[in-house]
Each structure stands twice: as C-alpha cells, then as structure tokens.
C-alpha cells in the first residue's frame, strides 16, 4: 500500500530542501502586518504547547525566529483520543493574502 512513503510525523521529513518543497505567501504590500496580543494559555495547553514545540525543534521542522513581521497564537485542541492538537490562528494573515484564483471544485450531491 505504499505507507513508507507518506509522512506520519515530522521526524519522517527533517531538513526538507527548499529545492524540493518551498511554501510563498503572497501578502497584500499595502496591508498593515498585524501581531496578535498574546493570550494566555491554561498550564496543561501551556505544557502540551511547550512539548509540541521542543518536539518539532528537535527534528529542525521549526525554528525560532527573531523579527517576525506578524506573528500568530497557537490554538490548542483536544482530540477524541485526550491528546492535544496545536494549531496555529492565521486569521489576519489569511485575510492579508489575495485569493487563490483556482480554489478546489466543491462537491455537490446530485440532484
């Protein structure tokens, strides 16, 4: 079934080359940039957001930066299974970008 060639974690694809996979935003110029007011997180969505991140360090999938231009909170979501999901709000950075002009055809049920 070729499941040796899909990525379950980051530790399958450390250290992507830029050449293989790059990822580019195109931002509105005119835009202001927006950083969010940090919010505080409970202790146990602080602790699993801490174990997320040194995680995803740890196997060079993200890198802290030092002068982000907007900057972003993390949202943290139980799953079914207890477990954490960490995802990020990108709100005001999705609104700054133009629109994709190919968006994904939407199913529709038949008539």
């Known amino acids: 079934m070729n499941l040796d060639l899909f990525a379950w974690a980051p530790s399958d694809m450390p250290r992507i080359d830029p050449s293989v996979a790059c ?16 919010r ?12 997320e991140v040194k995680r995803l360090e740890e196997v060079c999938f993200i890198s802290e930066i030092k002068y982000p231009t907007w900057l972003t909170n993390t ?7 207890g477990r954490w999901r960490m995802c990020v709000d990108y709100t005001d950075l999705n609104m700054a970008c133009h629109k994709d002009p190919y968006p994904l055809a939407q199913h529709r049920p038949p008539h």
Do not use: C, F, I, M
């Open 23 to 38: 990822h580019h935003l195109t931002v509105n110029p005119t835009v202001k940039t927006v950083v969010q007011r940090k």
């Open 40 to 51: 505080k997180l409970g202790e146990e969505r602080r602790k699993a957001a801490d174990e």
């Open 75 to 81: 949202v943290l979501v139980k799953k079914a299974s």
